[in-house]
Every structure is written in C-alpha cells, then in structure tokens.
C-alpha cells in the first residue's frame, strides 16, 4: 500500500496536481517523425517506446492491425484506421514502426479462434489471415514473428490500395523483442527474416526516424 501511495503521490506531482508546481518549459516540443504500433501487452516494449520521445504511438494487444478487405468495420478496426490515417495526412509522417515481442500471446489466441470459425465465418473475417503460412517458412523463428510479419502485410496491403489516403510514400519497419534474451531483432527486406540488430544499426534507424521524411 505504502508504494502504491508514493506511486500515486510521484503521479500527481508530475501532473502538477495537489498544489505541486510545475517546472517550466522552456523548449519547444519537437514534433514527431514516426509512428509506432505497438502491442499493449508487453512493459518492455512501452518502456522502449517511452525512451524514443517524441514520437505518435499506436498501442493495442498484439499491435494488431484490421486486414485490407473489410465489410462493415468494427468500430476499433475504424478508430486504428483513423488512427494511421491521421498520423500520416495530418501529422506528416513517413515512417511506421511495427513492434512485437517473443512472449505475446495475441497470435496463438488467435489461432486458437481461427480454428474455431467455421469456413463461411472465416470469409466475412477483415482480411485474410498470413499466420499459418508465415509460421511454416524459414523468415519466422517464432510465432509471434509471424504474427508481426501478418501486420505489416495488412499495413502494406492498406498503403497500396490507398485505403489510408496518403500519395506519399511511406517507409515500414518491424522490430521483434526477444524478451528472454534481451535481444532486438530487426526484419530484414533483403534476407526476408529477423536479423539480430547491432548497436550500429538501430543507431542509424534512430537517426533516420528523427531525420523525418526529408533524409528518407
């Protein structure tokens, strides 16, 4: 109780509350130059993001994304939609981060649901589903992998069939977390895998996130 207090306490003192006042700010707020869709799941990967101010974050289980064919969407399925839409026509933005992580346990919930369906409920699903055949090829050590990589796809599937609005170009990446080993994995376009991401090469990832569309 003691630590929940003092959390609360440390809370409400950041926010300015209870009389606390708040120190001044002096420097302009930069703006953001990406979009991070994160899983909510996952403390690593919102403590990674909370590192990486200023950034727009998109936080949900599993980081999931709707599909490109869609009926009547579902109201979440809209509102990341908007989501997306708003970051890139309003915001500016050219780059998207999709983060995963090794302990998520939204794809194999979701398996288990798709094994579930009935053919004929399986077509009015928002889009076609890439788990199984990612998880069979060699690109996908993990299933959570091939969950992330189903992600992107459906992002891509989206940024093609201009089903977001954007005529700009927009650059995609995926980074994948193994939290039991510490370990960041980026996926690699040329070798079609997660590859083990050195210090040097998330240097320059974050270099060009902050360098916005312009070093692009």
Request: proline content about 5%; some cysteine.
């Amino acid at each position: 109780m003691n630590k929940r207090t003092e959390g609360l306490k440390r809370l409400r003192h950041s926010a300015g509350l209870d009389g606390y006042p708040l120190p001044p700010i002096h420097d302009e707020q930069r703006p953001a130059r990406a979009l991070i869709v994160t899983c909510a799941e996952s403390p690593v990967l919102s403590a990674f993001v909370a590192s990486l101010d200023p950034l727009c974050v998109l936080q949900n289980l599993g980081g999931a994304l709707p599909g490109a064919i869609s009926g009547a969407g579902k109201a979440g399925d809209e509102m990341t939609c908007g989501t997306i839409e708003y970051a890139l026509n309003e915001l500016g933005l050219r780059h998207i981060v999709l983060l995963g992580h090794s302990s998520c346990r939204v794809p194999s919930m979701r398996r288990r649901r798709e094994r579930s369906l009935a053919p004929a409920q399986r077509v009015d699903e928002p889009g076609p589903s890439r788990l199984r055949a990612a998880r069979g090829s060699s690109s996908c050590d993990n299933l959570s992998q091939a969950w992330l990589l189903e992600q992107m796809a459906r992002l891509r599937d989206r940024l093609t069939a201009g089903r977001l609005a954007t005529g700009t170009e927009v650059a995609t990446h995926a980074l994948w977390f193994a939290e039991d080993q510490g370990d960041l994995f980026a996926y690699s376009g040329n070798e079609k895998r997660f590859v083990l991401a050195s210090d040097l090469e998330m240097e320059r990832l974050f270099s060009l996130l902050e360098a916005g569309a312009d070093a692009a």
